[in-house]
């Protein structure tokens, strides 16, 4: 009897790790790594996209055209180099010799890179009476050197009033120079037409065009430089006067006062001794012709009041 091998009742079972169908396995598992790995790349081109957006937004901040400048922090070292001041002083001063001090005043002022604009000195009289001298100058004293030099007026003398003022001008030389800027754009841009001027209509046009530019430019330029000159340069007024003066609120102590009265005192002998001066040869003048004319009066007078002589008898 012929032996018939038997059929395995059922197949072998699919190895969990790689058997059956083939591409079965290693399918499952790269969808299983594939859901990770899309998060972390969508979480690298998020970030990377901000920062590129980051980057973007700085270029196009900085680029395309010129760089706008950084602007000052207030308060800060930046911001107040940056500030156009103007600065302006009075001084009044009591010396001895307004005229002499006055000439002090102007060695003083260029000795420091500074310039007089104005020096007046002039004869007055006060209201005792007592004559004088005082003296007004208008100077221009490097900024930096301002203090300095109204420091210095106390070496002159009494300084009896300082006043000092600033104006900040920032604002308006920043609008000027670009305004200047503008203008000398524009000029520019006239210039070429005038070269690309195809009629004579056009060239006229433009030269007039061309004209009023030009003195808008000149104008501001002007203005600028003044401002400038101003920032530079402060504008100090000194005025000096003779001691014995009283100021405006009058003496501080009994002291002060004594002082204030004995040099008005000597100021007035002073004055007096000059009017005597002055008086003396047109009072010597005055005697002698009053002797020359009186005199003779006198001589007729007498002559004329003395009785006739009397007339002899006849014998």
């Known amino acids: 009897m012929d032996t018939v091998p038997a059929r395995p009742d ?5 190895s969990r790790t790689g058997a059956g169908r083939p591409g079965d396995g290693p399918t499952r598992a790269a969808k299983h790594c594939f859901v990770p790995a899309a998060l972390i790349l969508a979480l690298l081109v998020g970030c990377t996209g ?3 957006g980051e980057s973007s937004s700085a270029d196009g901040a900085t680029g395309g055209g010129a760089v706008a400048p950084e602007a000052a922090v207030p308060g800060s070292d930046e911001a107040a180099d940056d500030r156009q001041v103007v600065t302006t002083a009075t001084s009044s001063v009591a010396v001895d010799d307004p005229a002499e001090g006055a000439q002090q005043v ?21 209201v ?3 004559e004088g001298v005082v003296a007004d100058l208008v100077v221009r004293v490097p900024a930096d050197e301002l203090t300095g030099v109204l420091a210095d007026l106390e070496e002159l003398g009494d300084v009896s009033s300082v006043s000092v003022s ?22 520019a841009r006239l210039l070429a037409l005038m070269d690309d001027a195809a009629t004579t209509e056009a060239l006229l046009e433009a030269e007039q065009a061309l004209s009023q530019r030009q003195q ?6 002007s203005r600028r430089a003044t401002l400038a000159d101003q920032v530079e340069l402060s504008t100090l007024r000194v005025h000096l006067e003779p001691f014995g003066v009283a100021p405006a609120g009058g003496p501080d102590g009994f002291l002060d006062g004594l002082a204030t009265g004995w040099r008005s005192l000597v100021a007035v002998a002073g004055g007096a001794v000059v009017v005597l001066g ?3 040869p047109w009072l010597v003048l005055a005697a002698l012709v009053a002797v020359a004319v009186v005199v003779p009066l006198r001589r007729a007078r007498r002559r004329a ?5 009397a007339a002899a008898p006849e014998g």
């Not at 102007?106 to 006060?126: F, H, I, K, N, W």
């Not at 808008?216 to 330029?221: C, F, T």
């Open 10 to 14: 059922r197949l072998p079972s699919r």
């Open 50 to 52: 901000s920062s590129g």
């Open 106 to 126: 102007s060695e003083l002022v260029e000795s420091v890179g500074g310039r007089v604009d104005e020096r007046t000195v002039q004869a007055t009289s006060g």
């Open 128 to 130: 005792d009476g007592a």
């Open 166 to 187: 600033r104006s900040d001008v920032t604002a308006t030389v920043v609008d000027l120079d670009a305004r200047i800027t503008a203008l000398q754009a524009s000029v």
């Open 216 to 221: 808008e430019l000149e104008s501001l330029q």
């Open 278 to 280: 002055v008086v003396l």
């Open 305 to 309: 009041a003395a009785p006739p002589p």
